[in-house]
T-cell receptor
């Protein structure tokens, strides 16, 4: 069953703009991860944030985690055409088993 | 390392036929996961192994599905007999920690 739910389902942004997507989950977690999937490819890990962290950065990515609200957000700054992809949040509650959300499809327009 | 390798990349078969999907995890990774992705149900975990031992197969849809991991460098997912509703992309992923590394997937179409 899917633990995380991403919002929005899809978004379209102008190249150079920022894209924000959110993830909500139901049960307590050890960590939350974000993955990217380009069309026709496997998922690629982007960033991991632990339950005791509130914010994390990696290049143009910024992730926040609010465990009191059971939610996380992923911000992509200065977007590029190569950022066009689906983005998934995944929660880890035990034994490295991940539960993935339905994903947010991001389209970056030139 | 070449990453997680899956074969075949595409498979078209007729209903009732046996289908075998193959996966070679990244060397040194002790966890292996099989997922199925469809538009309707998203990404579903089917089964996962730790040190070649199946840990949780609660996601396997029914007895038509079986998975094996005879050694640390090879796993198979078998569907027998296949049905049109099994059409999906099947991913294998491996890890030795918290981050999972996905293969390119096998796109299965059952006619």
């Amino acid at each position: 069953s899917q633990q995380g739910e991403e919002d929005p389902q899809a978004l379209s942004i102008q190249e150079g703009g920022n894209a924000t997507m959110n993830c909500s989950y139901k049960t307590s977690i050890n960590n939350l991860q974000w993955y990217r999937q380009n069309s026709g490819r496997g998922l690629v890990h982007l960033i991991l944030i632990r339950s005791n962290e509130r914010e994390k950065h990696s290049g143009r990515l910024r992730v926040t985690l609010d465990t009191s609200k059971k939610s996380s957000s992923l911000l992509i700054t200065a977007s590029r055409a190569a950022d066009t992809a689906s983005y998934f949040c995944a929660t880890d509650s035990n034994d490295y088993k991940l539960s993935f959300g339905a994903g947010t499809t991001v389209t970056v327009r030139a | 390392d070449a990453g997680v390798i899956q074969s075949p990349r595409h498979e078209v078969t007729e209903m009732g036929q046996e289908v075998t999907l193959r996966c070679k995890p990244i060397s040194g990774h002790d966890y292996l996961f099989w997922y199925r992705q469809t538009m309707m149900r998203g990404l579903e975990l089917l089964i996962y192994f730790n040190n070649n031992v199946p840990i949780d197969d609660s996601g396997m849809p029914e007895d038509r599905f079986s998975a094996k991991m005879p050694n640390a460098s090879f796993s198979t997912l078998k569907i027998q007999p296949s049905e049109p509703r099994d059409s999906a992309v099947y991913f294998c992923a491996s890890t030795q920690g918290e981050t999972q590394y996905f293969g390119p997937g096998t796109r299965l179409l059952v006619l």
